[in-house]
């Protein structure tokens, strides 16, 4: 049917007498089956934009659902190490402004062992560590 349905449509674009197919068909009959076959084109071509559509809504929002998912986890791991390390520069800042050389050389190996740790899959153990040996360099500097 398809070949016949593109007969239909060369005939009525360049006349009777380039289609001997629809030359024996009553005028009724023969524009009925064209606007047949004009309907399946157009909902062929529907068919097929709707299809790419879906494919693209759903390709975006697989896309968007395991971004958030990678950006929260990306951010509950990365986290507590750009905290620890915003503590770590200040407190090495504090140390430099009151001219404790010791809590500051402290203050830039704890941060110096922090930086070899990767800030989204962090050694946790290690990250106990250094922030037990902030929180003891904190008192330290505090009294």
């Not at 360049?14 to 009724?28: F, I, R, V």
């Not at 309907?39 to 390709?59: P, Q």
């Not at 989204?120 to 922030?131: N, W, Y």
């Amino acid at each position: 049917t398809h070949t016949h349905t593109q007969n239909l449509i060369f005939h009525h674009q360049h006349g009777p007498h380039h289609n001997t197919m629809a030359e024996g068909l009553e005028d009724e009959d023969y524009e009925r089956q064209l606007a047949a076959a004009e309907l399946f084109r157009i909902k062929s071509t529907h068919a097929n934009a709707a299809y790419r559509d879906a494919v693209s809504d759903a390709r975006e929002s697989v896309l968007q659902e395991a971004f958030g998912r990678g950006f929260l986890a990306g951010s509950q791991t990365a986290h507590p190490w750009g905290e620890l390390h915003g503590m770590l520069s200040a407190l090495k800042e504090i140390a430099h402004t009151r001219e404790k050389a010791s809590e500051e050389q402290q203050a830039d190996a704890l941060l110096t062992r922090l930086q070899e740790q990767t800030p989204t899959s962090p050694d946790q153990a290690v990250l106990a560590e250094l922030r037990a040996s902030t929180e003891t360099l904190l008192a330290s500097l505090s009294s």
